[in-house]
């Protein structure tokens, strides 16, 4: 068995001429936690699109666990946050949850249910609520409650922290830190290089659809010869600007 999660081999997309992704080459390893960091608009979530079959890559080959990724059993193992998350106004948080357990499928256990909630900082009371009522945290937590209690082996969560506060996301971290007790792949973007810097096993830059940079956090500063992941991104970047 491949210990490999994720293969993307000289990926390309472009739209009406602009190019998205430009020879995208990469592999996630099973169990990894794995940041995906980059400009807003540098290819990140085209990338992930093109990983669940949500568009159409226009060259290269992406595998998921080693089955092609338009191949339904390898979405069968993913559970998926987009980075706008906007689930139907009318559901309340159960039906929502209910809806989304039905289509990964997994049980809906009430007491699951009130367990992930509770690990979010999310009051039982939303399960009765309909979404249109929720705020934008609350809306995000309900998200990531259902990629949660899916139970599968990848998960894909673009922006996950978006519309938290601190205390939300500290109880985020802590929930992923316990997926990755038992073996879980997890791969995420994010904009916030500190968490990048705390939670993942190794991260890549992506800049211009092009990638820039893949290993670990500590090897990207030592590479840039600086303190904090900040300034060693701002380097990464501006050395690809350089090159183009």
Request: hydrophobic residues 40%.
């Amino acid at each position: 068995m491949s210990d490999i999660a994720l293969r993307f081999d000289q990926v390309g997309k472009s739209f009406a001429g602009a190019v998205a992704l430009a020879g995208f080459t990469l592999e996630v390893r099973r169990g990894e936690c794995f940041g995906l960091v980059g400009e807003n608009g540098s290819g990140k979530t085209t990338l992930i699109k093109c990983m669940l079959d949500f568009c159409d890559a226009d060259s290269g080959n992406i595998e998921i666990f080693g089955i092609p990724h338009s191949g339904t059993a390898a979405r069968a193992r993913v559970a998926y946050l987009p980075e706008r998350f906007n689930p139907p106004f009318y559901l309340t948080g159960r039906d929502f949850l209910r809806y989304m357990l039905e289509l990964y499928r997994a049980p809906y256990d009430e007491a699951r249910v009130a367990h992930t909630f509770e690990a979010l900082g999310l009051d039982l009371s939303a399960l009765t609520r309909p979404a249109r009522t929720y705020s934008k945290g609350m809306t995000q937590k309900l998200g990531l409650a259902a990629c949660l209690l899916s139970g599968k082996d990848l998960y894909i969560l673009d922006e996950p922290t978006s519309g938290l506060d601190p205390k939300a996301r500290a109880l985020l971290k802590r929930e992923l830190r316990e997926l990755r007790h038992t073996q879980r792949t997890l791969f995420f973007t994010s904009h916030a290089l500190a968490d990048v810097a705390e939670m993942c096993d190794r991260m890549a830059i992506v800049h211009g659809g092009r990638l820039q940079f893949a290993g670990t956090p500590d090897e990207l500063l030592r590479k840039h010869g600086c303190g904090d992941l900040e300034q060693a991104f701002l380097a990464c970047i501006s050395d690809a600007a350089a090159v183009t």
